[in-house]
Antibody
Framework: EVQLVESGGGLVQPGGSLRLSCAAS????????MNWVRQAPGKGLEWVAN????????QYVDSVKGRFTMSRDNAKNSLYLQMNSLRAEDTAVYYC????????????WGQGTLVTVSS | QSVLTQPPSVSAAPGQKVTISCSGS????????VSWYKQLPGTAPKLVIY???KRPSGIPDRFSGSKSGASATLGITGLQTGDEADYYC???????????FGGGTKLTVL
């Protein structure tokens, strides 16, 4: 069974940092592109970043470029999102998701972890 | 403001059919596959349509997808109360080099 389990969310002050993790199991992690998607409270989905199988290609939404860094450890079947210089507008549930089909279709999602940026 | 445009809400009676539209441009829908996601309150989104019109395993054939030019449509027939959810379209935008979603459509089964 495919499982994606996020962790690392919490309350952080504006300007602070947080590192999210996503533990993958039940599939061959090394052959999939992976993504982070977020959802602000009461709002819609926003794609944040994705990364190819070996981590050599990364793409980010403009609003997080220069502040967020996505990485992966294929030996640990894990995905990460290092978030620096956090702003109130980064407050959201952050999901990791697996790219399964064309058009960056996301076939499996984790349960999400809540990040709250507030003083 | 989302890159893809969806109606905020749609509604229909049980057993009826509903369609949800998703409008984009040549840099996204016009030249990339479209996916649709169903999200129940407090839960993660679930893929219901991929590559414009294909259904993942376990998704009933009451769900269908289509694409024409820079627009896509999700159709749901034989509506059930369990279909009440928020639905999002998504694709890749080749100009932005980023994933994009619609703003979401709340489906109410009256």
């Amino acid at each position: 069974e495919v499982q994606l389990v996020e962790s690392g969310g919490g309350l952080v002050q504006p300007g602070g940092s947080l590192r999210l993790s996503c533990a993958a199991s039940g599939f061959t992690f090394t052959i999939y592109w992976m993504n982070w998607v977020r959802q602000a409270p009461g709002k819609g989905l926003e794609w944040v970043a994705n990364m190819n199988q070996d981590g050599s290609k990364k793409q980010y939404v403009d609003s997080v470029k220069g502040r967020f860094t996505m990485s992966r450890d294929n030996a640990k079947n894990s995905l990460y999102l290092q978030m620096n210089s956090l702003r109130a507008e980064d407050t959201a549930v952050y999901y990791c998701a697996r790219t399964d089909y064309g058009g960056n279709s996301l076939g499996y999602w984790g349960q999400g972890t809540l990040v709250t940026v507030s003083s | 403001q989302s890159v893809l445009t969806q109606p905020p809400s749609v509604s229909a009676a049980p057993g009826q059919k509903v369609t949800i539209s998703c409008s984009g441009s040549s840099s996204n829908i016009g030249n990339n596959y479209v996916s649709w996601y169903k999200q129940l309150p407090g839960t993660a989104p679930k893929l219901v349509i991929y590559e414009n019109n294909k259904r993942p395993s376990g998704i009933p054939d009451r769900f269908s997808g289509s694409k024409s030019g820079a627009s896509a449509t999700l159709g749901i027939t034989g509506l059930q109360t369990g279909d009440e959810a928020d639905y999002y379209c998504g694709t890749w935008d080749s100009s932005l080099s980023a994933g994009v979603f619609g703003g979401g459509t709340k489906l109410t089964v009256l």
